[in-house]
């Protein structure tokens, strides 16, 4: 990650736009024909989740470490301090994606959760029935997407971009996060410990790993052994983990 002195963020803001529901209509077509394909991945403004960067770091083949460094820089959230990552658009050849290419995405088929929601944003908040999604359209100014006469329904759009196995593998993520906020905000070792744990899995594997952390947690020999191979499990215990340390649930 970025080694710059981190902006602040909050996962709180409201949107100053109208809402929309899972059955809210609208029409959306991106295609390489339209005089703006690729535009908006210029500037893009994108929160990676752990399970967006766990895919990315998969797809090229680096550790978490290596995407951290080269990819992303880093934001704390003004409400909880904890670390946000977002992919960093200024590449050596100007501004956009890093993985923005002649002919479009080159990482396409593991796409971030923001880029499959495009043109819909999506915020949550807690509330005494859980956490509760909200939705809005963002129509950029350029885009021609919206000439067009496909028309979905925002619940519609998520299933046909695949958004679902993302929005499944970030929502403990964004629940830590929110729980964070309402408790206050958490100290510099708190940061260092979220940083790791969520986002740098390769790391958070080798620290687990050792013998006086294994011995504390008293990790079963089967688990540590699904750990070590499967980094989705891994990935599910860290937010376990995360749960237990900064919100004390078990």
């Not at 929309?20 to 339209?34: D, G, K, Y």
């Not at 990676?48 to 820089?73: A, M, N, V, W």
């Not at 990482?107 to 956490?131: D, K, W």
């Not at 919206?146 to 593998?169: K, L, M, R």
Request: with cysteine; proline share 4%.
């Amino acid at each position: 990650m970025s080694q710059d002195r981190p902006g602040s963020v909050s996962v709180y803001k409201e949107m100053d736009q109208a809402q929309l529901s899972l059955q809210t209509r609208f029409r959306f077509h991106c295609q390489a024909e339209l005089a703006c394909f690729n535009r908006c991945c210029l500037t893009p403004t994108i929160i990676l989740s752990p399970y967006d960067i766990l895919r990315l770091k998969h797809c090229l083949g680096i550790t978490s470490g290596e995407f951290l460094q080269r990819y992303t820089r880093v934001e704390t959230e003004e409400m909880s301090n904890l670390p946000l990552v977002f992919l960093n658009p200024f590449r050596p050849t100007g501004k956009g994606c890093p993985f923005l290419g002649d002919a479009g995405c080159t990482v396409y088929g593991h796409r971030p959760a923001a880029c499959r929601l495009f043109p819909i944003t999506m915020g949550s908040r807690l509330t005494e029935q859980g956490m509760v999604d909200y939705y809005f359209c963002r129509r950029l100014d350029y885009c021609q997407g919206f000439d067009t006469d496909i028309e979905w329904t925002v619940e519609s759009w998520q299933a046909n971009q695949g958004f679902g196995e993302y929005d499944q593998g970030r929502r403990a993520w964004l629940e830590i996060i929110l729980k964070q906020g309402l408790l206050g905000p958490v100290d510099a070792r708190a940061q260092d410990l979220f940083a790791t744990s969520a986002y740098d899995l390769d790391k958070f594997r080798r620290l687990i790993a050792e013998p006086a952390w294994l011995q504390k947690r008293d990790l079963e020999a089967a688990t540590w052994a699904t750990l070590k191979q499967s980094d989705l499990s891994l990935l599910d215990f860290s937010y376990r983990y995360l749960r237990s340390v900064l919100l004390g649930e078990y």
